[in-house]
Structure formats: structure tokens, C-alpha cells
């Protein structure tokens, strides 16, 4: 079972928080995503190395439920960021795997503190010509903010969908067509979420990773071994020949699939032996907590004061962070929205099914007392239309014109005078919709929800 935690990482007196998901038993092995991911891409590696290792995935700063380093990081800032992470976990010195420009970060932090790994492995290396680099610093990161009306959500789908198409993205010719190249909704959908959540500060990680030196240890450098590889469709796995001489213990290897590339790094990665870890340490004011009952069972998302008797529920089509006046309350995202997973098969609507995780949650915090919200006047049918990810992107922008509308009436499908509703106009800034927004995609429950609320009366 892979579960997910937030740590607190003080430098210099700065605290950033850090969010990062665990599995497995064994000795630590810390995983490093590529950008702009998070760490929830390796869920399906850590379930498969769960075995062997206790899988460690940290969100990079900046990228999935992470804080962002500040000004402008370098690759050493990023470095650096990961062990002050082991540092804060308790991990005193571990096996590690990167992809892509994790592979970056975890190179440029082996070179700075090599007595705290012991073994590497990397899918694809990038090593950029100075013509690629300067391409790249042009056109690859620009501005990403939420615009007035939504329009930022066409730019993202197609940029996140023809990075399968060509690389780089918007080198739209036959010389960088990409062997690899899909139209999966549910595919592109994942790494448009993982924007969302970065917004600009994709920007400072990437950046960082682009502008790195194109350096590897020298040859005669006491290193830890390390195994960089890559498979065919990969667009960096012609840049293993542009590694040159490398220390001694490190090699490189071309395959044709993913999959034989991942057996080859696991194999690698268990010929080093690890300590074991300690207890890891994680935060008292937000986590997640296995819940199990009949209908559902994975983690709920929770925040606040661990110590209060009330736990406050938000309204259908929302998460625990639309609502956080009560500061004396603990704050959870219900099955199916903001960070909590979903019920194990289709939503129910019946209140029992939701109470009893309810329930669990109020037994875990020993809590006695559940605060409900109100209930969105309207038509459930109506309030909450399918979001499902589709061929060109179309729910982005459906969900982008409710979250404005439902600042304006109420329901929200009623525009006209007749139901107009007051407004603060600073209400309808695009960071504010986004928050909305990204909130109702998430909300994959919301009808069944409104529908058990509307039954427990």
C-alpha cells in the first residue's frame, strides 16, 4: 500500500513544507520525478519495487503539494533541497532513481554529498548542446498564470498533449516528430493536473534543471556506481552518447522497452547495500489517514488541529480548502474530492455509505462532533456534469465557466436575473477561480454526495 505524508523542512529558519508518498518494506530508496510531475507518477513503479525497498517519492519543490523554493534556484538549491528532505526524514543515507531531470537534481546532489547515497539509477540523462539550450531557454518554459476567461486551459492541453507529438513541444515538424506520440485523454489529463498544481512555479524547477551544467562527475572521482539508461521513444536516449568517459563505476545501457529499463535499474539498484531506515517523521497539522469500510477503502486527506472535537465537512463539489474560518476544527477531503481517493466502485448515495467514513475519521481524531455544510441549491443532475476527460480537452474550460458562474447565480445554470446573486468582483481574480476550478475537477463525487446530503434530511 503506498501512502502519502507532509514533513516540515526548516532552513536558515524558512520553512517549506514537503509532501512525499512511501511503500514498501526495506531499505530506503529515494525516487525523483521528472517535471513537471509529482511523485504520483511512480505509484505504479513503487508498487512494483515495494518489495525490495521502502519506495520514498518526495514532490519536488514547486510541483505536486510541495512548497516552492524561493527567488530564482539553481540545480544546487534543488540539490540540496532533496537531503535537507532525507535530512528532516531521518534517512541517513539510501539507494536513489531519477527520470529525466530527476535524474538531473539526483546527479547534481550526488556530486555535492556522495556520502549520502549509495547507489544511482537514471532513465535518460539530458545533455543539450549550447544551440539546444538556447532553444530551449526561448521557447520551452513561458509564463503559465490563469487567465481571465479560462484561456490558459487550451494553451495547456495542447502543450501537454503535442510534447507526445514532438519534442520539443513546439517544434511542430517531421525532424521532431516522436515515435511515442498518443491522444490518450486520461493520459494527458494526469500530467494537465500536475500543471495545474505547479502553476509558475513549474517554471523555477524546470528552469533550474535546463540551465545545469552539462557535467558528470569526472573519471577519477570516488562516486557511488550509477546506471544511466534509456529506451527506444525516449527522446534523451541519444544523449548517452554524448555522456563521454564517466568514473569508473557508472555505466549507461539502451533498451527497447520502459519496462526492461525499469528491470535493469531495480537490478541495479539491489546490487548496493543500504542501511535501513528509521521511523520517518511527518507533520501533526495535515496527512492522510487509512480509511476502510464496506464502499470505501485508501487515504483521506485531512489538515487543521489535530486536537479539536469537530470535523468539518465542505460542500459537494469542493475540498477541505474552500472552507478553513473554524481554525478550531480538523478539515478532511471526502471520498472522491480534492486529495482523497476515491470510493472502490461508483459513488454512493445513500447517507449511511458516507457517514460511516464519517465515522472512522471522527474515531480516528477522537472527535465527537461533524459540521455539515450547506447544500448548493439546484439540480444535482444539473450542478454537476460530467468532467471526464475528453479528446480535446473540453471539460478544462467547462469547469473553468461554472466555477465563474457559480460566483454570479445561484444555480449556476440559471444565468439570467431572476437568479443573480451578489458578489464580491474580487471574487472572479483568476488565482481565486483556479483554487474553484481545480477543486471541482477534482470533485469526482460531487452529484452522488449532494444526493446523499440531500437523502440524510
Known amino acids: 500500500m503506498i501512502t502519502r ?25 529515494l525516487m525523483v520525478h521528472q517535471s513537471p510531475r509529482s511523485s504520483k507518477e511512480y505509484e505504479p513503479l513503487m508498487q512494483k519495487w515495494a518489495s525490495h525497498f521502502t519506495c520514498i517519492a518526495p514532490d519536488t519543490p514547486g510541483f505536486g503539494q510541495s512548497d516552492s523554493l524561493h527567488g530564482r534556484p539553481e540545480i544546487d538549491e534543488y540539490a540540496d533541497a532533496l537531503v535537507e528532505f532525507l535530512d528532516t526524514l531521518g534517512v541517513k543515507k539510501c539507494a536513489a ?9 539526483l546527479v547534481s546532489a550526488l556530486k555535492r554529498h556522495a556520502n549520502r547515497f549509495t547507489t544511482l539509477a537514471i532513465g535518460g540523462y539530458a545533455i543539450w548542446t549550447p544551440e539546444e539550450q538556447k532553444l530551449f531557454g526561448e521557447k520551452y518554459l513561458p509564463e503559465f498564470h ?5 484561456e490558459h486551459l487550451i494553451w495547456l492541453w495542447n502543450r501537454i498533449l503535442e510534447q507526445t507529438w514532438f519534442f520539443p513541444w513546439f517544434a511542430a515538424d517531421d525532424k521532431h516528430r516522436l515515435s511515442v506520440a498518443n491522444d490518450d485523454p486520461q493520459r494527458i489529463d494526469l500530467i494537465v493536473r500536475e500543471m495545474l498544481y505547479a502553476g509558475n512555479a513549474y517554471q523555477a524547477g524546470y528552469g533550474a534543471v535546463l540551465r545545469a551544467a552539462n557535467d558528470i562527475p569526472a573519471v577519477n572521482a570516488d562516486m557511488p556506481p550509477c546506471l544511466i539508461s534509456a529506451y527506444d521513444g525516449d527522446p534523451l536516449q541519444a544523449h548517452l552518447d554524448r555522456l563521454g568517459t564517466m568514473p569508473s563505476s557508472w555505466s549507461t545501457r539502451k533498451f527497447a522497452t520502459p519496462e526492461e529499463h525499469q528491470t535493469a535499474s531495480l537490478a541495479h539498484l539491489r ?27 485508501g487515504l483521506v486527506h485531512w489538515h487543521g488541529d489535530r486536537g479539536a472535537d469537530r470535523l468539518q465537512l465542505h460542500a459537494p463539489g469542493q475540498d477541505s480548502g474552500c472552507n478553513n474560518e473554524d481554525g478550531r476544527a480538523i478539515h478532511i477531503d471526502l471520498p472522491g474530492h480534492g486529495l482523497s481517493d476515491d470510493w472502490m466502485d461508483d459513488a454512493p448515495t445513500d447517507w449511511q455509505s458516507w457517514q460511516a467514513v464519517v465515522n472512522a475519521c471522527l474515531c480516528h481524531f477522537d472527535a465527537s ?32 465557466q461554472i466555477a465563474r458562474a457559480r460566483r454570479l447565480f445561484e444555480p449556476w445554470y440559471e444565468a439570467n436575473a431572476a437568479h443573480a446573486i451578489s458578489f464580491a468582483p474580487e471574487s472572479l481574480a483568476p488565482d481565486q477561480l483556479a483554487l474553484d476550478h481545480l477543486a471541482l475537477l477534482n470533485a469526482r463525487s460531487a452529484k452522488a454526495y449532494h444526493l446523499a446530503l440531500e437523502s440524510r434530511s
Do not use: C
Not at 532513481?97 to 537534481?105: K, P, T, V, W
Not at 520517518?280 to 497539522?285: K, R, V
Open 369 to 400: 462532533e461533524s459540521i455539515f455544510p450547506a447544500l448548493p441549491k439546484g439540480d444535482p443532475e444539473k450542478l454537476y456534469p460530467d468532467l471526464s476527460p475528453d479528446r480535446f480537452g473540453n471539460y478544462l474550460t467547462i469547469a473553468w
Open 271 to 297: 546490487q548496493s547495500e543500504t542501511p535501513e531506515a528509521a521511523h520517518l517523521n511527518e507533520t501533526q497539522d495535515e496527512g492522510f489517514i487509512h480509511i476502510e469500510t464496506k464502499l470505501f477503502n
Open 5 to 29: 505524508h507532509f514533513i516540515d523542512v526548516v532552513t536558515n529558519g524558512t520553512k517549506r513544507r514537503v509532501h512525499y508518498r512511501v511503500a514498501g518494506v526495506g531499505p530506503p530508496m
Open 146 to 150: 490563469p487567465s481571465k476567461y479560462g
Open 97 to 105: 532513481y531519477g527520470f529525466h531531470s530527476g535524474g538531473i537534481i
